[in-house]
């Protein structure tokens, strides 16, 4: 077995935190279309006896309460699917569906229910499989159903309270979310049910006309809890080996299935544990027991054992939920991140030379932020991986495929890596959806052409953020007459500020591509019309005599009543004048949110600062997608920023801020990235009390930048009430709640097909 240096992950990882820094690998996250056309991408490949017709796969994103209760795929879910179809990917994969309902007992809710899609159980499941299968073969693509064994070890521990049974594992395993909670050994005897349970789903999915089952064997899931030593500790049994249970399950579905249906799996090439978190695998007591990870040279020689039970396609990352950040790349993590792991495994194959059952070389799928159709035919013609899988690309614009088939690269919605909305928004008890494409997963109720309105209005919408350009757009997409103002130059409002530091170039993507949209219905529109840098009076609008006004002016950012406050400078306003950084060494930044933390990265990756983030909660950036916080974190903790929670600043004097600090051992490390914050309506029985040490403690600055929330800027709208200058007045985005881009695209996108 070939030996793979334990540096080579370091390699790979070493620039997680400094690629926007280096000019060559920034520009691979543009969305430029400088190897048009792209005929690598739009190739066809054999993957067993199915021909896909382009190089293009959805990637799976879980279908958490898509579905119905009972697991049955519904309207709203079979519209999601057909949405992507319909705009040109060849093959499209569903998020996990479970086939170990009553022995992972996490997946089930009160009730019998699930959030989950099923296939097992019931014939009623079948027919929403079936139509899913049928409206993706209807326009030209084809369906992968992706099967898990379950949650395990990081699925929801309340399965304790609500059903009084234990989470499950491959060994006694912590639980992600409740380290305190152990997850129970499985079974020999339910293991080999999961196993019967895996031939049946992908029988059932044959029978239903879905094209292929697609095995969720990464990321820390219960399937890769039992194939990975870091988590399969077993002694005895079967399973003690960690590669049986994965084979076991290839050849029952092979059994089942025939030698003729595609079997892809989801792999990652290593945990990175160690290359993570190094020392502290040996200190923190929840990363202790997975030391033992999976080596490279494992994994590969698992794969091949896969690919001769019956495995046709691979698709691989690294990481898993104890460092979220690698296998959910967030905006901060560079472009094609997991490109040389593909690589890799392409190479193995090649040597190894292994092939399919069908004679065939494996396709291995890249991933990773790929949603930039130049790197995407970049990895492809120089055969990097095989296929490219597009996953949030595909929530931010369904038709990703058709615009760069028809080099209409510059009309692509890009995605912008927040994953407040496709993944944060099920945490927190939603369902998957897109920060900037308010359809996503209301494509069975919002029309993706709105019907023209039987009257046509003259529109005023004051501020030109997210929330007022989306109500811009659809208020002319109805055919109205709208006037967009805003006191910026151009458009974008607040995502102008947050575009501007160096790791945030999917932002600075969207915002591009927002101007570019103005830009375009300005020429080619005449019921449109900008007025930038430009104030929208009182007197103006009502002399404009407007038949709806909407209201879209953002918010303020809050400023605390302390002593010496009006030495500080705002976030915003530091943004918006980065001079006011000449000459300063030291910087502390109040205010431990998202926009804090970006700008503390921004201030020591970018200009090189001594850098200190005081936050009043015990957490840094609670409610921010575990991934996006995670990273952030991680990548503060490299360049030496100093994280202060339970903190809060009480005055500033001359070179230095007064602080009142927790100095007690309960207080939670701010650096911990290895376990996520619980939602607030989720009670923790082990928590413990955080006990109050206060001291009071004097920090050295040159410069204190506040970034303590902001508050909805409503006035101008109830001047607008009062004065009576037009028949409707509308209040959207910021200005109502200060919230997420989720919720201002999706007010502005609502509010304009409703005028």
Known sequence: MTHYPETLLNDWLEDSGTWFLDPEKEARGRMTQLLYPYKSIFSPIRVNNLTIKNRLIMGPMGNISLAEETGRPNRSMIAYFEERAKGGVGLITSGLVPISFGIDHSLTEPGKLSYFPKILGSRTHYAGWRDVAHVVHAAGAHFFIQLTAGLGRVGNPQCLVTQYKFPVSASLNPNYYLPGVPCLPLSGRKLRKMVKNFGQAAADSKTATIDGVYLHGHEGYLLEQMTNRAFNRRKLGRYANWQTFGLDVVREIRKRTGPDYPIMYRIDLSLALNAVYGERMDTVKSLKKFKNERRIEETLDYMKNLVKAGVDIFDVDLGCYDNWWLPHPPTTMKPGLFLDVAKQVKDYFREENILSNKGLPVPVVGVGKLGYPDLAEKALAEEMC?????????????????????????????????????????????????????????????????????????????????????????????????????????????VRLAALPGFKRDVKNYLEWMERMVAKESRDNPRFKTSFGTEATLQLLA????????????????????????????????????????????????????????????????????????EMLPHMMDGICTANRSHLIHEM???????????????????????????????????????????????????????????????????????????????????????????????????????????????????????
């Open 386 to 494: 095989d296929m490219v899988m597009l996953a949030r690309p595909l929530l931010a614009d369904p038709e990703w495929p058709k615009k760069a088939y028809a080099g209409r690269v510059a009309e692509i919605r890009p995605c912008i890596g927040c994953q407040e909305a496709c993944i944060n928004e099920f945490v927190e008890g939603g369902h998957p959806m897109c920060a900037v494409n308010p359809r996503t997963s209301f494509e069975a109720t919002l029309p993706a052409q709105p019907p023209k309105a039987e009257i046509s209005k003259k529109v005023a919408v004051v501020g030109a953020g997210p929330a007022g350009f989306e109500c811009a757009m659809a208020a002319l997409s109805r055919g109205h007459e709208v006037h967009l103002f805003d006191l910026f130059e151009n458009v974008g409002g607040m």
């Open 543 to 614: 002399d404009a005599h407007y038949d709806s006004i909407v209201c879209a002016t953002g918010s303020n950012e809050t400023v605390p009543p302390i002593d010496g406050i009006e030495q500080a400078v705002l976030a915003r306003d530091l943004l918006g004048d980065l001079t006011l950084l000449e000459g300063k060494d030291k910087v502390v930044v109040t205010g431990g949110g998202l926009v804090g933390c970006e700008v503390a990265l921004m201030l020591a990756a970018e200009y090189e600062l001594e850098v200190t983030v005081l």
């Open 637 to 755: 903790e490299k360049y030496g920023v100093k994280l202060m929670n339970c903190s809060t600043l009480k005055a500033i004097e001359d070179g230095f801020a007064v602080v009142d600090t927790n100095r007690s051992s309960t207080v939670p490390d701010p650096y911990n990235t290895w376990a996520p914050i619980l939602p607030e309506n989720i009670p923790n029985p082990l928590a413990k009390a955080i006990k109050l040490e206060m001291e009071t403690v004097e920090i050295l600055t040159d410069l204190v930048v506040l970034a303590t929330g902001n508050k909805p800027d409503n006035a101008f709208y109830h001047l607008l009430i009062e004065s009576y200058v037009a028949p409707e007045v509308h209040l959207i985005g910021d200005a109502c709640s200060s919230g997420m881009i989720t919720e201002a695209v999706r007010a502005g996108y609502r509010t304009g097909i409703s005028l």
